[in-house]
C-alpha cells in the first residue's frame, strides 16, 4: 500500500487522542456502541480523523444493530483500500484509509441486499463528520 500521507509515529501520537491513535494507527477497535457517531443521523461527510481524506457520505450510512458507524458503500470507491485481516482468530477484510495508511474499521457481506450487501464498519474515532450547510 502506497500512502500520500507519511508521519512519523510522534507526529501521529501529536495530532491524535490516545483512542484515535489506538485504531488508526495500532488497528485498535472502539467498544460497541461507544463512539460518537454509532447513532447520528446528521446529513454529512465522514472524513478520516487522521488525514482528512473524504470517506463515507451519511446517504449510506444505516442502523445495522452492531453498535459502530456502518454504511453500504465508500463515498468515493478509491479513498479507502481494503485487505486479508486473519487477526483475533478470524477471517475478516479490513478498511484502510488510502490516503494515510489509517486503520478504519472493516466491511462485510451483511449489509442491506438493496444497497449491494456490503457493510463497512467503521470506528467512530477514525472519523471526523463534515455537516452539511446547504
Same mark, same amino acid.
Given at each position: 500500500?502506497?500512502?500520500?500521507?507519511e508521519?512519523?509515529?510522534?507526529?501521529?501520537?501529536?495530532?491524535l487522542?490516545p #483512542?484515535?491513535?489506538?485504531?488508526?494507527? +495500532?488497528h485498535?477497535t472502539?467498544?460497541?456502541?461507544?463512539?460518537?457517531?454509532?447513532?447520528?443521523k446528521?446529513?454529512?461527510?465522514?472524513?478520516c480523523? %487522521?488525514?482528512?481524506?473524504?470517506?463515507?457520505?451519511?446517504?449510506? +450510512?444505516?442502523d445495522?444493530?452492531?453498535?459502530w $458507524?456502518?454504511?453500504?458503500? $465508500?463515498?468515493? #470507491?478509491e479513498?479507502?483500500?481494503?485487505?486479508?485481516?486473519r487477526?483475533?482468530?478470524? +477471517?475478516?477484510?479490513?478498511?484502510i484509509? +488510502?490516503?494515510?495508511?489509517?486503520?478504519?474499521?472493516h466491511?462485510?457481506?451483511? %449489509? $442491506?441486499r438493496?444497497?449491494?450487501?456490503?457493510?463497512?464498519?467503521?470506528?467512530?474515532?477514525?472519523?471526523?463528520?463534515?455537516p452539511?450547510?446547504?
Amino acid at each position: 500500500m502506497s500512502t500520500q500521507v507519511e508521519k512519523s509515529e510522534q507526529e501521529w501520537r501529536e495530532q491524535l487522542t490516545p #483512542a484515535q491513535y489506538e485504531v488508526l494507527r +495500532k488497528h485498535g477497535t472502539e467498544r460497541a456502541f461507544s463512539g460518537e457517531y454509532w447513532n447520528t443521523k446528521a446529513d454529512g461527510v465522514y472524513r478520516c480523523a %487522521g488525514c482528512g481524506a473524504e470517506l463515507f457520505s451519511s446517504d449510506t +450510512k444505516f442502523d445495522s444493530g452492531t453498535g459502530w $458507524p456502518s454504511f453500504t458503500d $465508500p463515498l468515493v #470507491a478509491e479513498s479507502v483500500e481494503t485487505r486479508e485481516d486473519r487477526s483475533l482468530f478470524m +477471517k475478516r477484510t479490513e478498511v484502510i484509509c +488510502k490516503r494515510c495508511g489509517g486503520h478504519l474499521g472493516h466491511v462485510f457481506d451483511d %449489509g $442491506p441486499r438493496e444497497a449491494g450487501g456490503q457493510r463497512y464498519c467503521i470506528n467512530s474515532c477514525a472519523l471526523e463528520l463534515t455537516p452539511r450547510t446547504d
